[in-house]
């Protein structure tokens, strides 16, 4: 057991680790720091000073309503406007579409998203249409219009305005001018008759709403009375249209409608009521008050003799400084609510060792700490490097830095009072559990415990959390093949047992490479996801695949009580050693925000610059199997 002055003493050495590293230290010797950029992976950045979630959504709602009433007049809501270097607007990449296609930024991100987890679903999700200009629907309105066998059926143009618009909006009517609308894979409605259309429509009935899209016209019926006819190809992005409908019934009448063949019977329908407002009334409903949390997962810290030797460089060969390290991906991490990652080295002491027994300065846990994670998971097989005391001392450490952490224990009284870890923060209550496949060099013995994989024990601590009333599982588990890019047969049958006992979602850790994500039914409301292996967070390991990871970026919302996945996406970095003086030095670099801003890093070199994209390029191929 720990005596007081053993709790003491590793506190006060955690506290002079942080006063060498922030202060003793000598400024380190390289030349090459910027301020650090803000990470695109991030995409709205969280305020850690709100008061509660109930603010969060506030701000968010708040956000879009100065976002409209910025950028949104009347020429913006007629769709008379120019796209061409028009900052209000980003171009569709082409693996999202076929055509030219231009939207608005927030919603494009939003799509992005979907597109990501729709795949991890094996459906594809194509942009076929988005912003249009009011020239580029009178194009489509009177094509309809033109059309000689519509002239003949209808001479009247009321009726024959009646007509066109089934599936036509008139020039200034349409959603398409605000961008926040978009068709997906077909106009036709026999497409969504095909087994492949029907698989696409049940995912996104299922799950598009978690991104912030629902079908705009969903049949006619006592709730949808008048307008367009159903159109399944059709989704808007709710957190801007509904706003957008709003200044549109501010700022346009019927009067502003026109410039078009057949334009005359806008003023003598009622058009802006039955068709601009004629849509799901879920589109027209307020947001429901529900509270989130994020969470962010990072994969395995290692501490190879390369990286121990770059920190003392980089502390002025007189502490060792691993702050560096984490520059570019803290604002990141920090805008998290929690921030968990897999802690695979001991803090045991000196000597300081890399592979096959590592023992890193306590100064790395110093350095996540400060870049953003205040959870680590221990169980893996690397925590009994140093036998049963340098686990007990690597659990001291953690405890005079209060940082949470959960999967190896000093003895079976500290596990049986914080096992499964309960986590409570934002109203959430989450339970962790963690597992190993087993320890490398020295198998644990009683009292110390290290949580084996044991479907048995497992089992019993699913059944636990549930009766310590969490209201969401997650499970971090250290399994599988090394440098494997499949997950393997086990992993699946673990995967299947966890969700069917109850766990909602699952990370994993070990193989040293990315592995795919992807959803498992279970028993519980909504299919389980299941994060194969998010690769290295920091290491010295150099070789394909295994140069960095990801961390995956999990938003949880709780309404009524109920707590579901909200959305998940996955921010990838690459790590980058490069030689300064005598050392190797490294920091990770978040490849998209590096794609979009490498103005903000400094100068990579072109064969560094090849390795990391084709870690991006390998990382997309392999989430997407």
């Given amino acids: 057991m720990r005596t007081i002055n053993t709790i003491h003493r590793y506190k006060l050495l955690c506290f002079a680790s942080c006063l060498i590293v922030v202060a003793g230290c000598k400024a380190p010797t390289e030349k090459r720091e910027t301020k650090q950029p803000p990470v695109s992976g991030s995409y709205v950045e969280t305020d850690k000073g709100l008061a509660d979630e109930e603010e969060r959504k506030r701000k968010s709602k708040t956000q879009n309503e100065v976002w409209i009433n910025k950028h949104v007049d009347k020429d913006f809501l007629l769709g008379k406007v120019k796209r061409k270097n028009n900052p209000l607007f980003i171009k569709v990449e082409a693996m999202h579409t076929e055509r030219d296609i231009y939207l608005i930024p927030p919603v494009y991100e939003a799509y992005k998203k979907m597109y990501e987890a729709a795949l991890a679903d094996n459906v594809k999700l194509v942009i076929t249409s988005g912003h249009r200009t009011f020239v580029e629907q009178v194009c489509e309105w009177q094509l309809r219009w033109n059309n000689p066998g519509t002239d003949m059926a209808f001479p009247n143009d009321i009726e024959k305005a009646r007509f066109v618009l089934q599936y036509r909006a008139m020039p200034g009517t349409s959603r398409h001018h605000w961008g926040t609308d978009i068709d997906l894979n077909s106009f036709k409605l026999s497409y969504f008759?095909?087994?492949?259309?029907?698989?696409?429509?049940?995912?996104?009935?299922?799950?598009?709403?978690?991104?912030?899209?629902?079908?705009?016209?969903?049949?006619?019926?006592?709730?949808?009375?008048?307008?367009?006819?159903?159109?399944k190809w059709h989704w808007s992005y709710k957190p801007l249209a509904r706003g957008m409908l709003s200044k549109y019934l501010e700022l346009i009448s019927t009067d502003d409608i026109g410039g078009f063949k057949g334009d005359v019977a806008a003023r003598k329908l009622p058009l802006i009521a039955e068709w601009v407002c004629g849509i799901n009334p879920r589109l027209k409903e307020e947001e429901e008050t529900s509270g989130s949390i994020r969470l962010i997962f990072a994969g395995d810290v290692m501490g190879h003799s390369t990286q121990i030797e770059g920190a003392w460089h980089e502390g002025g060969d007189s502490c060792y400084h691993f702050m560096p390290n984490f520059q570019w991906v803290k604002a990141y991490i920090s805008s998290a609510d929690l921030a968990i990652a897999n802690l695979e080295v001991t803090l045991a002491g000196e000597p300081y060792t890399g592979y096959p027994t590592f023992s890193s300065p306590v100064t790395l846990a110093v350095a996540l700490q400060d870049a953003g994670f205040n959870l680590l998971t221990t169980a893996n097989n690397h925590i009994m490097d140093r036998g049963a005391n340098g686990l007990a001392r690597t659990l001291d450490v953690l405890d005079s830095l209060e940082i949470s952490h959960t999967g190896s224990f000093r003895d079976s009284i500290s596990w049986q009072k914080a096992y499964p870890l309960i986590i409570e923060r934002n109203g959430f209550r989450l339970a962790l559990l963690n597992y190993t496949y087993g320890t490398t060099h020295t198998t644990p013995k009683p009292p110390t415990i290290v949580n084996r994989i044991d479907t048995l024990r497992m089992a019993a601590d699913l059944d636990k959390a549930r009766q310590l009333k969490a209201d969401y599982i997650i499970t971090c588990i250290h399994w599988g093949e090394e440098y494997q890019n499949q997950e393997n047969q086990t992993q699946h049958q673990l995967a299947n047992f966890l969700t069917r006992n109850g766990c909602h979602l699952i990370v994993g850790t070990h193989p040293h490479v990315v592995q795919p994500i992807r959803k498992i039914a279970g028993n519980t409301a909504d299919s389980a996801l299941v994060a194969y292996s998010l690769g290295n967070f920091v290491s010295n390991q150099r070789w394909r695949y295994s140069d960095g990871g990801i961390m995956l970026d999990v938003t949880l919302t709780k309404a009524n009580g109920m707590v579901s996945l909200d959305s998940y996406h996955y921010e990838p970095f690459w790590v980058h050693r490069y030689p300064d003086q005598n050392a190797q030095v490294y920091r990770l670099i978040p490849i998209n925000d590096y794609i979009a801003n490498a103005h903000h890093y400094p100068p990579i070199t072109d064969e560094d610059k090849t390795q990391m994209m084709q870690f991006h390029d390998d990382t997309k191929k392999i989430i997407r199997n």
């Fill in 193 to 231: 008759e095909t087994e492949e259309g029907q698989a696409v429509y049940n995912w996104l009935t299922k799950n598009a709403a978690t991104y912030g899209f629902y079908q705009s016209y969903t049949p006619l019926d006592e709730k949808r009375p008048a307008g367009y006819q159903e159109e």
